[in-house]
Nanobody
Framework: QVQLTESGGGAVQAGGSLRLSCAASRRTFDMAWFRQEPGKEREFVAAIGWGAGDTYYADSVKDRFTISRPSAESTVYLQMNLLKPEDTAVYYC??????????????????WGQGTQVTVSS
């Protein structure tokens, strides 16, 4: 079991930037960010593996968001640039994907943070 704590959410105008942080109680093999709007399914945003170059992004955020995890740290970051109103959601940090599973599916992750709200206005 890994405890995850997100921070950095807030309100921003379209075109602005935010950086989310997720502090983990210990370093894990992989970590990810998901987001969820009211009444909708939890949606994959980005993931990072053990190696710094192992990153994955949803098509909707590619070239705008960057996931990172400095070496020897247990915190993962999500830098969000050129934010759009459709990025508005509660953003969740996840850790410990199931072996050989599709990490883009929320049900395959074992540990979750409490979520942080991101609101992007026009």
């Amino acid at each position: 079991q890994v405890q995850l704590t997100e921070s950095g959410g807030g309100a921003v105008q379209a075109g602005g930037s935010l950086r989310l942080s997720c502090a983990a109680s210990r370093r894990t093999f992989d970590m990810a960010w998901f987001r969820q709007e009211p009444g909708k399914e939890r949606e994959f945003v980005a993931a990072i593996g053990w190696g710094a170059g192992d990153t994955y992004y949803a098509d909707s955020v590619k070239d705008r968001f960057t996931i990172s995890r400095p070496s020897a740290e247990s915190t993962v970051y999500l830098q969000m640039n050129l934010l759009k109103p459709e990025d508005t959601a509660v953003y969740y940090c996840a850790a410990e994907s199931a072996p050989h599973s599709n990490m883009r599916h929320s049900e395959n992750w074992r540990s979750w943070g409490q979520g942080t709200q991101v609101t992007v206005s026009s």
